[in-house]
């Protein structure tokens, strides 16, 4: 079982991509391909040489010619450079000869990547891209985080239903509970989108929890919340930065305090536990879920730790055998309302 | 001019109401109507008699028999609740009674009482309620944040007007920078709703700068965000969530590391100023813009210090006369995009 890894994507790349790769097969042996421009990807391995035995572990190059960046149209770049690192990792995959791919490149492109070589999968609508964020009791799953801003009620059903396969089999939960992001708990509060959702969320096999606010995505009232890709994007990014403004208000303020200042020393058991807690690195990547095949998305500013945990991501996902499983739930032989 | 006030509305209702009405009468010697039942007005009013000398204060009662609760169907209960101190205070600024009214109460009530008895002002498709969000450098105003959850391009380009004109008068903003809530930058970037929008804002007399995600929204990169009000009620509720959360995070891991938590008393300074910094009833209001006449919309958790700041809000609002201003700009003499 061999992962493709997009060494040029990310903002660090070639650096933590290599690196988090080697870190990786270290732990888990597995069988890594890098793709990507072979003399970047020898040249940040031998950076390595003199603390790691390289030839002991799994890794196998494959040169690539171009890169898709941040600012490429996805659908246009994955079209156009068929021999980018991103694309070559997905062809690997659609032929078998990586049971999954990992990149911290465009969202975007990664997703084109993989609807255009993996293919959608038998009776999905459109494939979803989660999220895990961090919650009072652990973390949270948020589907979709982007990936669709426009949707219709069918589409936040299959988020649902297979972000559900997700959690049960990847994360090992028991009967995840499944919360519909809303503006109210009552049924009829919501818009149009998701008053018709609740609807078919309400008939699906699920552990459907009913509405949630706002308020209640960061307490931990459900395992996975359901929202357009729209809603989810900027719940993301907004929590991101309200985090941030807390730090720096807290920064700002000990400043101006010395006695708070002061007592910082003191304070570093805690700064490490919130650190560790909103630390994305620590989930590494994200899945994308309703393609033929394991597509792990990694945060653009992944560092090594984060690509290496986003590879075992991949590994265990291949292990689940998740596509087979949302095959069966949305394709032809069982429909997901019924 | 007096302010009219919903003294049954809100969570802390009647307890809350009279002791803000009390405080804002003490410190603007404004003349305000309190509007409910009469016996529990005197009654918490009889509480204060020890402390101040109420004969001083411009306080008015109207005794109203009924009440409209959180649970009840806003439309609705405006229509049949005739006698709610919510619809007469309404009413008693559609008579030219009162200049505004405040209420703590059903926010959808509110709306709709306003909506009944003030109505529209000409050339506003949707009125919308206003929200102010801390951030880095102060404050960010959000528009619409619940009222109206499904909108057309030409609502959000109104909102934007219409939140313009109340952050230049009423908070003295010379040239408010209005954000377009979005996923990424770009004009190409957004779900359908928004890049229609930004045409529109592009187009029009605001100093717009264009798309702002999630993460910019507490930064304080706009003066003014805009989205429908289904986003904006899970933003703003998330913030909550996530807010607590965090700070719920940092008591937990105190109380893990000893160390930490001697140092608790050093620290008072800074979360006071944390404390301050995200304290909603320093505001204590928000604004509803477009219909005619003052209408401030208090948090149903208000305590007496929300309710006297909201009361100072109405006031304020009831100087500028806003909606004179948003008539000039949205009106048949103003087309919004011209």
Redesign the interface.
């Given at each position: 079982m061999k992962i493709a890894l997009d060494v040029m994507g990310g903002d660090n790349a070639p650096q933590a991509t290599v690196e988090g790769a080697i870190l990786a097969s270290k732990e888990t042996n597995a069988e890594l391909i890098l793709v990507g421009d072979e003399n970047q990807i020898l040249d940040e391995m031998s950076k390595f040489k003199s603390r790691i035995d390289l030839t002991k572990l799994n890794l196998e190059i494959i040169h690539t010619t171009e890169v898709i960046t941040m600012h490429d149209h996805p659908a246009k770049a994955v079209r156009n450079k068929k021999d980018s690192s991103l694309s070559v990792c997905a062809k690997l995959v659609a032929q078998g000869e990586a049971a999954g791919f990992v990149s911290m490149g465009n969202s975007g492109a990664v997703m084109a990547a993989a609807l255009f070589y993996l293919k959608r999968l038998d009776g999905v609508l459109r494939p979803t891209i989660i999220t895990r964020f961090?919650?009072?009791n652990g973390s949270v799953c948020i589907a979709d985080m982007?990936a669709n801003?426009?949707c219709k009620p069918e589409n936040l059903l299959q988020f649902a239903i297979m972000t559900n396969i997700f959690c049960r089999k990847v994360l090992g939960m028991k009967d995840p509970r499944v919360g519909l992001?809303?503006?109210g708990e009552e049924p009829t509060k919501?818009?149009?989108l998701?008053l018709a959702a609740y609807q078919l969320l309400a008939k699906a096999d699920l552990n459907f929890i009913g509405n949630i606010?706002?308020?209640?995505?960061?307490?931990g009232k459900a395992d996975i919340v359901v929202?357009?890709?729209?809603?989810g994007?900027?719940?993301?990014?907004?929590?991101?930065?309200?985090?941030?403004?807390?730090l720096?208000?807290?920064y700002r303020?000990?400043k101006?305090?010395p006695?708070?200042w002061?007592?910082i020393p003191?304070?570093?058991?805690?700064l490490n536990?919130?650190r560790k807690?909103v630390d994305y690195s620590e989930f590494g990547g994200v899945p994308l879920l309703g393609v033929d095949g394991v597509c792990i998305i990694g945060h653009g500013k992944s560092n090594a730790k984060a690509v290496k945990n986003a590879i075992i991501a991949a590994i265990n996902a291949t292990k689940y055998d998740v596509a087979k499983a949302i095959s069966e739930a949305l394709g032809k032989n069982g429909k997901a309302d019924e």
């Open positions: 961090p919650s009072l982007g801003v426009d992001v809303s503006i919501g818009n149009e998701s606010e706002g308020y209640d995505i960061p307490s929202c357009d890709g729209f809603v994007n900027v719940i993301l990014k907004f929590g991101e930065g309200l985090s941030d403004m807390i720096k208000l807290i303020s000990f101006k305090h006695i708070s002061a007592s003191f304070l570093w058991p805690t536990d919130l807690k």
